[in-house]
């Protein structure tokens, strides 16, 4: 028994507890970055996965061993038809947190929309708007998006809020007024080569051991009764299982962000022909691409056909957008 061990490092990022089921399909973004443009607009964006595929271009990074030369980058192709400005809302810093200090809907007359919010915004309401802008520290626009509108079959649209960019508060709320009811592209909001970050619920995969959840070493094989569980849950005393002791559980399903993803491609699929998107057919699990759609590098959680919600790197790496020389796309 000399050379046996009575400590090891920890299996499986603590980062990452709980290790629940997301409880919704729609990933939630707490903080949003302002690029401190001098125009508002939208801070973020969003659209439905499709597939992963190869895209051929060259090589920008400086100081790099490829640098000019062709390089295959595995990327992930995202539908992103536009987004609908339904409402506004702002908030106010109390001792507590955020403070709802108004919401304002806009007139539509679809019939998912109405049981979601009421028309309220009526004559003399951006009076009263205005009339709070001292009180005011975030303004957020309330957006939907139609899965229908990216060819899914779920009618029900997604509406969640994004912050407005902007220089003062009052530019904002009248960005968001002027656009009531109006639709935002792709284009509008983010540009070729730049970082986005990217967050959406992953692949669920059910509930697995503590090998495959967290990573832990199976036991000898001359180990008693078991080979792929712990050898110990914890001492004797106190008779308690500490949350950090790795056990079977939900894996998979979860709420990720990934930071810095390039743009490499914005456009669309029927008023470019540059690249063809579109296999025949249509794709695996998705269809046929009918509208606008980004390819970024990189792969990006979640199953095709699920929501994913972009908004500007909160971790920049650079602030120099140079747009990729793309050779060619190659649709597995």
Sequence with gaps: MGHRKYSAPR????????RVRARSLESRIRTWADPNSE?????????????????????????????????????????????????I?????????KSV??????????????KKASFNFKDG????????VDKIKHVVAIVSSYPTSASLSQKKPFVWEIAIGGTDTK???????????????????????????????????????PITRFGVKRKQHKSRKSVRALGTLGPISPAVVTYTVPRQGQRGFHQRTEYNKRIL??????????????????????GVVKNDYIIVKGSVPG???????????????????VEPKVLEVLVK
Excluded: C
Excluded at 101 to 114: E, M, R, V
């Design 11 to 18: 299996r499986g990022s603590m980062a990452f507890y709980p």
């Design 39 to 87: 125009k508002s607009s939208l801070l973020g964006f969003a659209g439905y996965k499709v597939t992963n595929l190869n895209v051929l271009s060259v090589d920008d990074r400086e100081k790099t061993p490829n640098y000019g030369k062709n390089i295959m980058n595995s990327s992930t192709l995202i539908a992103t038809p536009p987004l609908k400005i339904i409402g």
């Design 89 to 97: 809302r702002a908030y106010a810093e109390t001792t507590y947190g």
């Design 101 to 114: 200090i108004f919401d304002a809907f806009a007139k539509d007359s679809d019939k998912y929309l109405s």
């Design 125 to 132: 309401k951006l009076e009263e708007i205005n009339a709070h």
């Design 171 to 209: 530019s904002k709320i009248g960005y968001v007024v002027n656009n009531f009811g109006k639709q935002v592209n792709i284009r509008d909001v983010f540009e070729t080569g730049q970082f986005i970050d990217i967050s959406a619920i992953t692949r669920g995969k059910g509930v697995e051991g």
């Design 265 to 286: 491609i914005i456009s669309n699929s029927e008023k470019n022909s540059d690249f063809k998107i579109n296999p025949k057919g249509g794709f695996g699990h998705y």
């Design 303 to 321: 199953v095709p056909k699920r929501l994913v919600k972009m908004r500007f790197p909160i971790r920049p790496g650079s602030k120099k957008v």
